[in-house]
């Protein structure tokens, strides 16, 4: 366990730690003392049809999902929802491990799968806030694979789903991205099979991540159009590389990355149907919006229309973003336009 | 100066080897007894008309082009044409930092430019065999930087060109990749800044570059498809990676492939018009095939097109290929069959 600033509320705003407990994980493994993140905006309402899930992705936090998605006026509006913002295990919030004392600590953390993620949050929804049933489920990236996760392990409790740039089955070339990411990490010699004293010490590793995660991260054509310039204000190529990319990834606990990239490879919802994933999507019973984001390299619309055939009630919706997967940040207030617009529609679906 | 076994003829085929003097290099050094390995197929004939020039890309040698795309009843039959093979500077067969003996050898090989490489085969081209004019000059990714560069630099000397999955102006995008691949190997301490003892010893760092070059250098489509399998004859996606990929990048010299990386990122015919691309362009008189391949992830069609437009005498001709860049190889006859017809319609063209 290693302290590190950057997952401070001071960094990360104001949030709730909920320890639900030990968690028996997919791969055997106990989870001791699961300690989970969230934030709340808005109520319940005594009918308790308002609530709405939102997840976390890969490199961030509760924080981004709560600055880009959620506020007043917004789809996902506190005056109207209760929206429940919860870090997946990894993010730095929740049980990382970095933030995990004793015998489960870095290094020896856990292998950690999606599944577990939603046990868990299923878990926090019940016991903290008695809820049982959800009028939304969304999250982005690694969030969408929560998403999909939810809606195929709990169809009757879960009325809508929408997942931004995200697949139900990882595939292999994006498994082979993750490992890129993961292999940028390991090769750090100070990296020290995990056991680094302070996460600043692996910023050679990270910084090669970064790099790597340039390349995918965003098209080619954010970078043909400047975009970098236009819309994020660098001076140069190499400031945006320096001065967004690397300063991104730089302040986070490899460790924490590596346990998430590890998951995020293995995100399949087929596994509940023996690798037959037309059965596994077949068995959601929530309106489905897929949303892909037109440029983004990871989780192409081409593959994300696949799944999106094998679910029974889905409608595809692409997001037009030259940023490609980092669209999902919200930097373009274009961006989250698209997504509040479809989101408004699907929550305008009688459940 | 160091041996490896790969680089010799009973792997890499027959091949020349010429001295062609000391090379003032465009960075200002100068490499000193320049050797370029070439190989001919057919000859000149008596009006020295019909000159093929061929040459090749960053991770293949001269083989690999004689191997492809040159024979009896292809586009480039020697019963036809005198083509001329030359291996880029650090190909491992022309001079390259592990075979250059004394003072520029390994971590002290200059740094080349692709204009040095065109340099170099003007010369070889007219001391070794009197030739001044180029019927053809034909050449993919690396290979078609120096296409460009040659029908830029010498317009009336070439009078047709035809590049594969290529761009005149190396996209920051591209330049971005290409710096993953280099960080993979120089992030190897087994690398020691340029001074390993056998090329092998760089395997982790090579490793790495090869699961890079695996996420980018095919297509979603290839691995969504199982290509691998049906093309390749692999038994799953890891014994494609391993008995292909890793396989593909393990005997080649990690300083031989920096070389190469150096110079790839720095492709822009736009130096000699003071970063003026359509200038440049607008020099060519060659008539020009522009041929990107339809899933190729370094050189989408979308940017070659933009040049293209550029050309005063061009075609676009978008190669069909979910191997993306990586169907160079020349596996699949189907994408040979089409660099064919493109190349055949182009010898047709009246110079």
Redesign the interface.
């Known amino acids: 366990m290693i302290s590190n600033d950057f997952y401070s509320p001071a960094n990360q705003g104001t949030y709730s730690v909920r320890d639900i407990g030990d968690l028996v994980l997919e791969e055997g493994e106990t989870l001791r003392g699961c300690k989970l993140a969230y934030r709340t905006h808005g109520k319940l309402n005594a009918a308790r049809d308002n609530a709405v899930l939102v997840t976390t992705w890969f490199s961030g936090t509760g924080k981004v999902m709560e600055d880009v998605y959620v506020g007043p006026g917004r789809a996902l509006d506190p005056a109207r929802y209760f929206i429940v913002i919860v870090d997946q295990i990894g993010s730095g919030l929740s049980s990382s491990p970095h933030n995990t004392p004793g015998a489960q600590s870095m290094a020896y953390f856990p292998k950690v799968r999606i599944g577990d993620d939603v046990d868990a949050q299923l878990r926090l929804l019940k016991d903290e806030f008695g809820i049982t049933d959800l009028a939304l489920v969304f999250g982005g990236s690694m969030g969408g694979q929560q998403v999909y996760e939810w809606a195929v392990r709990y169809p009757d409790m879960v009325k809508r789903a929408a997942v931004v740039a995200a697949t139900a089955c990882n ?3 994006d498994f ?2 993750t ?2 990411l993961i ?2 990490v390991t ?3 100070n990296w020290r099979g995990g056991w680094y004293e302070r996460s600043e010490d692996v910023r ?1 590793g990270l910084s ?1 991540m970064a ?2 995660f ?3 991260g965003w098209s ?2 954010f ?2 159009k400047k975009r970098w310039q236009s819309l994020l204000g660098m001076s140069s ?1 190499r400031d945006f ?1 320096n001065g967004v990319m690397r300063a991104y990834f730089a302040p986070m606990d490899a460790n924490d990355l590596l346990c998430k990239a590890w998951k995020w490879q293995r995100g399949d919802v087929s596994r509940h149907t023996a690798g037959d994933l037309a059965k596994a999507l077949g068995r959601i019973k929530a309106k489905c919006y897929v949303m892909p984001i037109s440029h983004d ?1 990871f989780f ?1 619309p ?2 994300c229309e696949a799944e999106h055939r094998l679910i029974p009630n889905s409608e595809f919706r692409v997001i037009e973003a030259v940023e490609g997967h980092m669209a999902l940040n919200g930097f373009d207030p274009a961006y989250t336009a698209q997504v509040d617009k479809h989101l408004r529609e699907l929550l305008a679906f009688e459940a």
């Open positions: 595939t292999f070339h082979l991205f490992e890129t292999e940028a090769s750090d010699p050679d090669r790099v790597i340039s390349v995918l080619t054509e970078y043909e190529e590389i390299m192409p081409r593959d």
